[in-house]
T-cell receptor, first 114, second 115 residues
């Protein structure tokens, strides 16, 4: 069965600093990978996705993620964090079979200090 | 594009009543819709998957008679929590997926509080 690990439960960075959120996955084939962001009391917004091709994917709000098959990782990065980026971030892997179900990591809560 | 609307956003009701939550895809046809439950400060737990015109597929441990799902059209799915009790209080989120490997797009969630 597929699984997703987000090792960092909570990260605090200063505004303007760079950010990297870690995500490791377990899946038997080439995965479909996603990063979503959730603000308190809200649903999830898709930041970016990887299906195939270029392993460095660009997303919205200045985020990017790099797929590294050898490390089973899909880390999310942003060169300069803004205070409005404070939220919960979820990495997810999709079952590429007929079910197309998403398996989420436990999430990383990002706090941004001014 | 790819907007999913979920209604209501917040509901409080008495124990024993039934509550219906709607999930609509506003600008695309959702061949598949998903219902999740999220406990405070936790990740999303998939409850069930529904395809238009078919019976929903429930995840292990989810009571299908408690959580009734209907996906009557390509733009609407409903989740009805029947005879709700305080332990059913939670944040419920739907998502919808169109054709051709589109990612899931999520509604804003419904906070359900059972007194």
């Amino acid at each position: 069965a597929q699984s997703v690990t987000q090792p960092d439960i909570h990260i605090t960075v200063s505004e303007g600093a760079s950010l990297e959120l870690r995500c490791n996955y377990s899946y038997g084939a080439t995965p479909y990978l996603f990063w979503y962001v959730q603000s308190p009391g809200q649903g999830l917004q898709l930041l970016l996705k990887y299906f195939s091709g270029d392993t460095l994917v660009q997303g919205i709000k200045g985020f990017e993620a790099e797929f590294k098959r050898s490390q089973s990782s899909f880390n999310l990065r942003k060169p300069s964090v803004h205070w409005s980026d404070a939220a919960e971030y979820f990495c997810a892997v999709e079952d590429t079979g007929t079910a197309s179900k998403l398996t989420f990591g436990t999430g990383t809560r990002l706090q941004v200090t001014l | 594009g790819a907007v999913v609307s979920q209604h209501p956003s917040w509901v409080i009701c008495k124990s024993g009543t039934s509550v219906k939550i709607e999930c609509r895809s506003l600008d695309f046809q959702a061949t598949t819709m998903f219902w999740y439950r999220q406990f405070p400060k936790q990740s999303l737990m998939l409850m069930a998957t529904s395809n238009e015109g078919s019976k929903a597929t429930y995840e292990q441990g989810v009571e299908k008679d408690k959580f009734l799902i209907n996906h009557a059209s390509l733009t609407l799915s409903t989740l009805t929590v029947t005879s709700a009790h305080p332990e059913d209080s939670s944040f419920y989120i739907c998502s919808a997926r169109g054709v051709n490997n589109q990612p899931q797009h999520f509604g804003d969630g419904t906070r359900l509080s059972i007194l």
